[in-house]
Protein backbone atom coordinates (compact mmCIF):
# COMPACT_ATOMS: atom_id res chain seq x y z
CA UNK A 1 0.00 0.00 0.00
CA UNK A 2 1.35 3.26 -0.92
CA UNK A 3 0.03 6.78 0.04
CA UNK A 4 0.12 9.61 -1.96
CA UNK A 5 -0.34 13.19 -1.91
CA UNK A 6 -1.07 15.60 -5.01
CA UNK A 7 -1.38 19.05 -5.46
CA UNK A 8 -4.42 19.98 -8.18
CA UNK A 9 -5.36 23.30 -9.75
CA UNK A 10 -8.78 23.87 -10.78
CA UNK A 11 -11.76 26.07 -12.43
CA UNK A 12 -14.55 25.73 -10.05
CA UNK A 13 -16.98 27.11 -12.34
CA UNK A 14 -18.56 23.88 -13.94
CA UNK A 15 -18.54 22.01 -10.40
CA UNK A 16 -21.04 22.44 -7.52
CA UNK A 17 -17.30 22.14 -4.90
CA UNK A 18 -14.28 19.96 -4.37
CA UNK A 19 -15.85 17.14 -2.31
CA UNK A 20 -18.43 14.87 -3.40
CA UNK A 21 -22.16 15.27 -3.05
CA UNK A 22 -25.52 13.39 -3.95
CA UNK A 23 -25.91 15.62 -7.22
CA UNK A 24 -22.78 14.59 -8.48
CA UNK A 25 -20.31 17.05 -10.37
CA UNK A 26 -17.61 17.70 -8.46
CA UNK A 27 -13.90 18.01 -8.67
CA UNK A 28 -13.21 14.69 -6.11
CA UNK A 29 -15.63 12.67 -8.64
CA UNK A 30 -13.99 13.75 -11.33
CA UNK A 31 -10.24 13.20 -9.91
CA UNK A 32 -11.71 9.94 -8.54
CA UNK A 33 -12.74 8.62 -11.79
CA UNK A 34 -9.26 9.21 -13.62
CA UNK A 35 -7.92 7.51 -10.93
CA UNK A 36 -10.21 4.22 -11.71
CA UNK A 37 -9.48 4.35 -15.43
CA UNK A 38 -5.69 4.83 -14.56
CA UNK A 39 -5.27 1.77 -11.47
CA UNK A 40 -8.56 0.25 -11.97
CA UNK A 41 -8.64 0.83 -7.94
CA UNK A 42 -11.83 2.28 -6.59
CA UNK A 43 -9.59 4.86 -4.67
CA UNK A 44 -11.40 7.89 -2.24
CA UNK A 45 -9.37 10.37 -2.28
CA UNK A 46 -8.92 13.02 0.84
CA UNK A 47 -8.99 16.59 0.63
CA UNK A 48 -7.02 19.16 2.64
CA UNK A 49 -10.78 20.73 2.68
CA UNK A 50 -13.78 21.59 0.37
CA UNK A 51 -14.52 24.53 -1.45
CA UNK A 52 -17.95 25.29 -2.31
CA UNK A 53 -19.49 25.81 -6.28
CA UNK A 54 -17.77 28.11 -8.61
CA UNK A 55 -15.20 28.41 -6.01
CA UNK A 56 -11.38 27.79 -7.52
CA UNK A 57 -8.04 26.54 -6.28
CA UNK A 58 -4.41 27.42 -7.11
CA UNK A 59 -3.19 24.34 -4.82
CA UNK A 60 -5.71 22.04 -3.23
CA UNK A 61 -4.05 19.00 -1.80
CA UNK A 62 -5.38 15.51 -1.35
CA UNK A 63 -4.49 12.24 -0.80
CA UNK A 64 -4.95 8.45 -1.52
CA UNK A 65 -4.18 5.12 -0.87
CA UNK A 66 -3.24 2.85 -3.07
CA UNK A 67 -1.48 -0.38 -4.23
CA UNK A 68 -0.44 0.57 -7.82
CA UNK A 69 3.17 0.27 -9.14
CA UNK A 70 3.34 2.59 -11.70
CA UNK A 71 6.63 4.91 -10.84
CA UNK A 72 6.14 7.98 -9.15
CA UNK A 73 7.11 10.06 -11.75
CA UNK A 74 4.37 8.95 -14.26
CA UNK A 75 1.68 9.79 -12.21
CA UNK A 76 1.09 13.66 -13.27
CA UNK A 77 1.01 12.55 -17.01
CA UNK A 78 -1.32 9.75 -16.72
CA UNK A 79 -3.87 11.49 -14.31
CA UNK A 80 -3.95 14.77 -16.70
CA UNK A 81 -4.64 12.94 -19.69
CA UNK A 82 -7.82 11.32 -18.17
CA UNK A 83 -9.16 14.84 -16.91
CA UNK A 84 -10.93 17.66 -17.70
CA UNK A 85 -9.20 20.43 -18.78
CA UNK A 86 -10.18 22.65 -16.06
CA UNK A 87 -8.35 20.01 -13.57
CA UNK A 88 -5.03 19.71 -13.74
CA UNK A 89 -2.62 17.97 -11.18
CA UNK A 90 0.53 20.00 -10.77
CA UNK A 91 3.12 18.07 -8.26
CA UNK A 92 2.48 14.32 -6.30
CA UNK A 93 4.97 12.77 -3.95
CA UNK A 94 5.01 9.85 -2.09
CA UNK A 95 4.17 10.48 2.26
CA UNK A 96 4.13 8.45 4.66
CA UNK A 97 0.94 5.50 5.40
CA UNK A 98 -0.70 7.89 8.39
CA UNK A 99 0.36 11.38 6.59
CA UNK A 100 -3.23 13.25 5.94
CA UNK A 101 -3.77 15.55 3.48
CA UNK A 102 -6.44 17.52 5.76
CA UNK A 103 -5.16 16.89 9.42
CA UNK A 104 -1.81 17.38 8.80
CA UNK A 105 -2.13 20.86 6.88
CA UNK A 106 -0.80 23.60 9.00
CA UNK A 107 -2.03 26.92 7.52
CA UNK A 108 -4.16 27.27 4.73
CA UNK A 109 -4.33 30.65 2.51
CA UNK A 110 -7.52 31.92 0.55
CA UNK A 111 -7.16 34.89 -2.16
CA UNK A 112 -10.25 37.29 -3.22
CA UNK A 113 -9.85 39.05 -6.24
CA UNK A 114 -11.92 42.03 -7.22
CA UNK A 115 -11.85 43.99 -10.53
CA UNK A 116 -12.09 47.71 -9.26
CA UNK A 117 -11.73 49.07 -12.78
CA UNK A 118 -14.73 50.70 -14.78
CA UNK A 119 -14.64 47.79 -17.35
CA UNK A 120 -13.92 44.10 -16.45
CA UNK A 121 -11.26 41.73 -18.03
CA UNK A 122 -13.12 39.62 -20.05
CA UNK A 123 -10.55 37.24 -20.31
CA UNK A 124 -10.33 36.67 -16.34
CA UNK A 125 -14.03 37.36 -15.31
CA UNK A 126 -14.99 33.96 -13.74
CA UNK A 127 -12.24 34.67 -11.08
CA UNK A 128 -12.50 38.14 -10.55
CA UNK A 129 -15.84 40.37 -9.04
CA UNK A 130 -16.65 43.40 -11.10
CA UNK A 131 -16.78 46.65 -8.75
CA UNK A 132 -16.42 49.38 -10.69
CA UNK A 133 -17.56 52.05 -7.75
CA UNK A 134 -14.77 54.17 -5.99
CA UNK A 135 -13.37 52.06 -3.23
CA UNK A 136 -11.39 53.19 0.13
CA UNK A 137 -8.67 50.74 -0.36
CA UNK A 138 -6.90 51.64 2.71
CA UNK A 139 -9.58 51.78 4.85
CA UNK A 140 -10.56 47.93 3.71
CA UNK A 141 -6.62 47.79 4.84
CA UNK A 142 -6.88 48.65 7.86
CA UNK A 143 -10.37 46.73 8.46
CA UNK A 144 -8.92 43.67 7.93
CA UNK A 145 -6.15 44.36 10.50
CA UNK A 146 -8.46 44.18 13.53
CA UNK A 147 -9.56 40.24 12.41
CA UNK A 148 -5.76 38.89 12.15
CA UNK A 149 -6.01 37.33 15.18
CA UNK A 150 -7.97 34.26 17.43
CA UNK A 151 -11.65 34.93 17.92
CA UNK A 152 -15.22 33.99 17.37
CA UNK A 153 -16.04 34.37 14.00
CA UNK A 154 -19.50 33.80 14.22
CA UNK A 155 -20.58 36.84 12.79
CA UNK A 156 -18.52 36.23 9.34
CA UNK A 157 -19.93 32.09 9.27
CA UNK A 158 -22.68 31.47 7.44
CA UNK A 159 -26.26 30.92 9.19
CA UNK A 160 -26.27 27.34 8.47
CA UNK A 161 -23.39 26.59 10.13
CA UNK A 162 -23.35 23.76 12.46
CA UNK A 163 -19.91 23.98 14.06
CA UNK A 164 -19.68 23.40 18.07
CA UNK A 165 -17.20 26.32 17.99
CA UNK A 166 -16.99 29.36 15.57
CA UNK A 167 -13.17 30.36 17.25
CA UNK A 168 -10.59 29.85 14.41
CA UNK A 169 -7.45 31.88 13.83
CA UNK A 170 -6.28 34.37 11.28
CA UNK A 171 -2.34 34.57 11.00
CA UNK A 172 -2.40 36.49 8.45
CA UNK A 173 -4.15 39.14 6.04
CA UNK A 174 -3.07 41.53 3.46
CA UNK A 175 -4.64 43.35 1.04
CA UNK A 176 -2.88 44.03 -2.67
CA UNK A 177 -3.02 46.25 -5.80
CA UNK A 178 -2.53 45.01 -8.81
CA UNK A 179 -2.53 47.85 -11.88
CA UNK A 180 -2.17 46.75 -15.08
CA UNK A 181 -0.40 48.60 -18.06
CA UNK A 182 -3.74 49.92 -19.30
CA UNK A 183 -4.66 51.08 -15.67
CA UNK A 184 -1.37 53.01 -15.44
CA UNK A 185 -1.57 56.72 -15.02
CA UNK A 186 -5.25 56.45 -15.38
CA UNK A 187 -8.31 56.76 -12.65
CA UNK A 188 -8.48 52.95 -12.74
CA UNK A 189 -8.70 51.17 -9.00
CA UNK A 190 -6.99 48.07 -10.65
CA UNK A 191 -7.07 44.33 -9.01
CA UNK A 192 -7.43 43.82 -5.29
CA UNK A 193 -6.26 41.02 -4.02
CA UNK A 194 -7.50 39.67 -0.30
CA UNK A 195 -5.36 37.33 1.05
CA UNK A 196 -6.34 35.91 4.52
CA UNK A 197 -4.01 32.86 6.14
CA UNK A 198 -5.91 30.63 9.22
CA UNK A 199 -5.62 27.41 10.61
CA UNK A 200 -9.13 26.71 9.95
CA UNK A 201 -12.25 28.82 8.06
CA UNK A 202 -16.17 28.68 8.67
CA UNK A 203 -18.27 27.84 6.08
CA UNK A 204 -18.36 31.37 3.70
CA UNK A 205 -16.23 33.37 6.31
CA UNK A 206 -13.92 34.32 3.65
CA UNK A 207 -16.33 35.62 1.34
CA UNK A 208 -18.49 37.12 4.52
CA UNK A 209 -15.42 38.99 5.31
CA UNK A 210 -14.94 40.45 1.34
CA UNK A 211 -18.57 41.48 1.24
CA UNK A 212 -18.12 43.44 4.69
CA UNK A 213 -14.97 45.03 3.72
CA UNK A 214 -16.33 46.04 0.78
CA UNK A 215 -18.54 47.89 2.31
CA UNK A 216 -16.07 49.55 4.27
CA UNK A 217 -14.44 50.54 0.91
CA UNK A 218 -17.70 52.29 -0.20
CA UNK A 219 -18.00 54.14 2.47
CA UNK A 220 -20.76 52.50 4.59
CA UNK A 221 -18.46 51.27 7.61
CA UNK A 222 -15.56 52.37 9.20
CA UNK A 223 -12.49 50.19 9.39
CA UNK A 224 -13.64 50.45 13.48
CA UNK A 225 -16.64 48.40 12.62
CA UNK A 226 -15.06 45.21 12.36
CA UNK A 227 -14.20 44.79 15.73
CA UNK A 228 -17.82 45.18 16.84
CA UNK A 229 -18.67 43.36 13.57
CA UNK A 230 -16.84 40.47 15.56
CA UNK A 231 -17.67 41.31 19.30
CA UNK A 232 -21.78 40.88 18.15
CA UNK A 233 -21.50 36.94 17.32
CA UNK A 234 -24.22 37.30 14.73
CA UNK A 235 -24.37 37.06 11.22
CA UNK A 236 -26.75 39.83 10.61
CA UNK A 237 -23.82 42.46 11.72
CA UNK A 238 -22.10 41.77 8.84
CA UNK A 239 -22.04 42.62 5.32
CA UNK A 240 -23.20 40.21 2.59
CA UNK A 241 -21.47 37.12 1.24
CA UNK A 242 -19.38 37.78 -1.81
CA UNK A 243 -19.53 36.05 -4.94
CA UNK A 244 -18.11 32.36 -5.37
CA UNK A 245 -16.32 33.39 -8.37
CA UNK A 246 -13.74 35.49 -6.79
CA UNK A 247 -12.24 33.40 -4.48
CA UNK A 248 -9.37 30.86 -4.59
CA UNK A 249 -7.93 28.18 -2.15
CA UNK A 250 -4.19 29.56 -2.99
CA UNK A 251 -2.11 27.45 -0.67
CA UNK A 252 -2.20 25.02 1.73
CA UNK A 253 1.10 23.84 4.05
CA UNK A 254 2.74 21.21 5.92
CA UNK A 255 5.25 20.93 8.03
CA UNK A 256 6.71 17.30 7.16
CA UNK A 257 9.23 17.11 9.24
CA UNK A 258 7.04 16.89 12.77
CA UNK A 259 4.83 13.50 13.05
CA UNK A 260 1.71 13.06 11.78
CA UNK A 261 0.17 13.35 15.05
CA UNK A 262 1.29 16.36 16.55
CA UNK A 263 0.08 18.29 12.85
CA UNK A 264 -3.56 17.99 13.25
CA UNK A 265 -5.42 21.11 14.10
CA UNK A 266 -8.20 20.49 12.46
CA UNK A 267 -11.21 17.73 13.03
CA UNK A 268 -13.82 16.25 10.31
CA UNK A 269 -16.21 19.05 11.89
CA UNK A 270 -14.22 22.21 11.41
CA UNK A 271 -13.40 21.88 7.43
CA UNK A 272 -15.87 23.21 5.53
CA UNK A 273 -15.70 26.39 3.78
CA UNK A 274 -13.48 26.43 3.77
CA UNK A 275 -13.56 26.40 2.60
CA UNK A 276 -15.84 27.70 0.92
Do not use: C
Not at 35 to 46: D, M, N, P, V
Not at 247 to 266: C, G, T
Amino acid sequence: MRNLLATVSYDGTAYYGFQTQPGGNTVQDAIEHALLQLTGEAIKIHGSGRTDAGVHARAQVFHFHTNSIIPLERWRLALNGRLPEDIRITEIIEVPLEFHARRSAKRKTYRYSINGNRVPDIFVRRYQLHHPGKLDVEAMRQGLEHLVGTYDFTSFASRHSTKTSHVRTILEARLEVEQSELAAGSHEQGVIHLYVTGNGFLQHMVRIIVGTLLQVGEGKRTPEDMKSILAAKDRGAAGPTAESKGLMLWNVEYDFNSPASEQSEWTDAEDHEDDE
